[in-house]
């Protein structure tokens, strides 16, 4: 395999809302300018705390959070443990982006307008001074491939979930305006999920399946679809849309290992052995986000080795009503064969209901996918864009 330039080091990393086609972010509902924004804590759905940001009652709510972990272990410019964030739309996530893998850092400020949509993120504590994030709808702020070499801050974001992973915590947040502090969060301890909502956050962040429907079939679902994300030989954004080609049961993305070979580099950390490069995916129902974002880590036998795999074979079958199609299964697989000694248990498996994943390859780690049935691959490898760096299937 040829060597990879890992473009994220090479660039400077900005959030920006990118012209995809056929990826229109709907527009988020807005809040007044006196409605304050709200904080969410919890741990894995427990231990839950509520905080309304303050507001003045002769002028506007604050405007800005800051949100403070502690810097851990830097890898590539990455920090390990991981925290991931995603951006929502209406609750749901944004569907022209991929989540954010936190760098080498110890926070980040969220900023909005007095609508509260969000307007600006930057780092804190980063390894790289420069490493701040604009936003490409603001006139002037980035160049027509930052968006696809680094992930967006897309248009009308109206929250943020952030995910820390194996056992890490927020370690501090508090309130900003005009610049500086308006007061600090009183935070539950531990707290590994942490949400950010422009408006009363609701009872569940992560959506249920749906109640109700029949038992009766009718062929009325469209053949389920993944659409590639990248940009083209000019660095401007590019997608490639998919459908599943007849007697396909599942899909398998790939990624390259790294070094090439048989061998794959693990990160351990916080008693984790992380992939490295790190590879994320987050189930959805209804495109709300139904669980935790996975964080993938390098399974090991009884015995303590490790066991390898480049890729996962997502099987899916037709919901009761015959009106979408939803996954039930995420196996591991090694160029593209199932990998016994692997557990299904090893991969965090779709919720009920889950009709749609987001994988993302923020290293340049995407390599191809493929149909498959009954977990074998169906040739030839799908189309797909330069530097692909975000993969979607939905039912």
């Known amino acids: ?109 969220l900023y909005w307008s007095t609508n509260n949509l969000l307007t600006k993120a930057l780092w804190l504590g980063s390894s790289n001074s420069t490493y701040n994030l604009s936003v490409c709808w603001q006139a002037g702020q980035c160049s027509k491939s930052d968006c696809v070499t ?75 679809k993944t659409v590639l994300l990248g940009r083209d030989a000019t660095n401007a954004p590019q997608t490639t849309t998919s459908s599943a080609v007849a007697g396909a049961d599942g899909i398998n993305f790939k990624w390259y290992l790294s070094p090439a070979g048989s061998v794959k580099q693990c990160t351990n950390v916080g008693g984790y052995s992380w992939t490295n490069p790190l590879v994320t995916y987050e189930y959805m129902t209804r495109q709300a986000l139904n669980a935790r974002v996975t964080a993938l880590t390098c399974p090991k036998t009884p015995g303590g080795a490790v066991e390898f795999f480049n890729g996962i074979d997502f099987g899916w079958r037709l919901s009761a009503n015959g009106t979408v199609y939803l996954l039930t299964s995420a196996a591991p697989t090694f160029d593209g064969a199932p990998v016994p000694a692997i557990p299904g248990s090893a991969l965090a498996q779709p919720p009920v209901g889950t009709d749609e994943v987001i994988f993302e390859f923020h290293h340049d780690d995407y390599e191809d996918t493929w149909w498959t049935q009954n ?18 299937w939905s039912g």
């Open 1 to 109: 395999m040829t060597k990879r330039l890992n473009w994220r080091l090479l660039t400077v990393p900005a959030l920006c809302l990118a012209a995809w086609g056929g990826m229109v972010a709907p527009t988020a509902q807005a809040a007044t300018s006196t409605s304050p924004a709200y904080m969410v804590v919890d741990n894995n759905g427990s231990n839950r705390s509520v905080a309304a940001a303050p507001c003045s009652p002769s002028t506007s709510c604050a405007t800005g959070i800051q949100f403070n972990w502690k810097a851990g272990t830097c890898v590539d410019g990455d920090r390990y443990a991981p925290i991931v964030i995603v951006w929502l739309v209406n609750k749901k996530v944004a569907q022209n982006t991929w989540p954010v893998v936190v760098p080498c850092s110890t926070g980040i400020q």
């Open 150 to 224: 680094s992930g967006c801050l897309p248009q009308n974001v109206d929250g943020a979930d952030i995910f820390f992973q194996g056992g890490d915590t927020l370690s501090g947040a508090d309130w900003r305006k005009n610049g500086a502090s308006a007061g600090s969060v009183n935070l539950p301890k531990p707290g590994n999920d942490v949400f950010w909502y422009s408006a009363p956050p609701p009872a569940s962040p992560y959506a249920k399946a749906p109640t109700g429907t029949s038992s009766v079939r009718r062929a009325t679902a469209t053949a389920p």
């Open 375 to 392: 977990q074998t691959i169906l040739n030839p490898a799908l189309s797909k864009p330069g530097h692909t760096r975000m993969a979607t």
